[in-house]
């Protein structure tokens, strides 16, 4: 079984390489500018583990309840996690401990709290700002988006907290294709505007230029965008089982 589901993922990658390259090319942009994330949430460790072994280095999970058990089975491997789930602070200190990267910082109350675990953890947590594409801001720069995030006139003011916070450092910025509003199927649009913001936040924090966005629906049009990282889950690991 092990082997056939090897040979499954090892298929899959394979299809998901080949659309990332097309799609690069056809942007005019070199292979390297893109790092495929396997988003592996509801799959289990035995998976990662045939994931690592198949070369992929960085992969994903959304809720911390399955992702801190999983990344302690894999401990081992040479992966770099990423947290791209809506993020409570109660769960800050659990994804402090094995999170290299935390997608989905999206108010300053995270900030604090992303800061103090990473300290009290000595580790360095990357931190990208989600940024929600279907918001309507209000005074505070943020309201109950569809899926989280902060609206496009919030991401100064955090990215200045999270760059001047200990223990964080500020990577760039993330989204999620919005489902609502004037970008509801629009990914290219909404993925061009993730740029336009990107490059706002870099004319003041240079280094933070990661730009995560697009899935297994639509990373030919992060690519075309200009996006550095896509989040692929299904079209790696297949179809989800229905949860509940």
């Known amino acids: ?9 090892a298929d899959n990658l394979a299809r998901v390489e080949d659309r990332i390259s097309t799609a690069c090319a056809k942007a005019g942009r070199p292979r390297d500018e893109v ?4 988003v592996t949430k509801t ?3 035995s998976d990662v583990r045939l994931l690592a072994e198949l070369g992929v280095r960085q992969v994903a999970e959304n809720r911390d309840q399955e992702a801190a058990g ?11 996690w990423h947290f791209v789930g809506q993020l409570q602070t109660n769960k800050v200190r659990s994804v402090a ?12 109350r995270l900030v604090t709290a992303l800061s103090r675990e990473a300290v009290r953890a000595e580790r360095e947590l990357g931190c990208l700002i989600q940024v929600a594409l279907d918001a309507r801001p209000n005074r505070t720069g943020r309201d109950t988006a569809e899926r989280g995030g902060v609206a496009p006139e919030g991401v100064a003011e955090l990215g200045d907290a999270i760059a001047a916070a200990q223990g964080l450092r500020l990577d760039g910025v993330m989204t999620v294709a919005p489902l609502a509003g004037p970008y509801a199927g629009r990914q290219l649009a909404a993925f061009e505007r993730l740029m336009e913001i990107s490059s706002d936040l870099r004319a003041t924090h240079p280094a933070a230029n990661m ?3 697009g899935m297994s629906a639509d990373l030919e049009d992060a690519v075309a965008a200009g996006a550095t990282h896509v989040r692929v889950g299904t079209a790696v690991l297949g179809v989800r089982p229905r949860l509940g």
């Open 211 to 213: 730009v995560s966005a």
């Open 70 to 80: 999983k990344a302690a089975e894999c401990a081992d491997l040479p992966l770099t």
């Open 1 to 9: 079984m092990t082997d056939d589901r090897r040979t499954q993922l």
């Open 97 to 108: 401990r094995y999170a290299g990267i935390v997608q989905s910082v999206d108010r300053l």
């Open 43 to 45: 799959y289990p460790a």
């Open 35 to 38: 790092t495929l994330i396997v």
